[in-house]
């Protein structure tokens, strides 16, 4: 599976707490904090959550 790079570029104030907690559960936390993650079916689903907050770099 390919690798993929996310980038949190926003920050998440005045975001629901399900969007906290789903960036939270990646890593994340502070805007320009990278993590790298396996592509599967249950990361694409955390990211369609946040994707306004986040860079994703990789191959999808």
Known sequence: MAKLTITQTRSNIHNNPHQKGT???????KI?????REDSPQLQGQLKVV???VEVEGSK
């Open 32 to 36: 320009g904090r990278k993590v790298q």
């Open 23 to 29: 960036l939270q559960a990646l890593g994340l936390g």
């Open 51 to 53: 994707t306004h907050l």
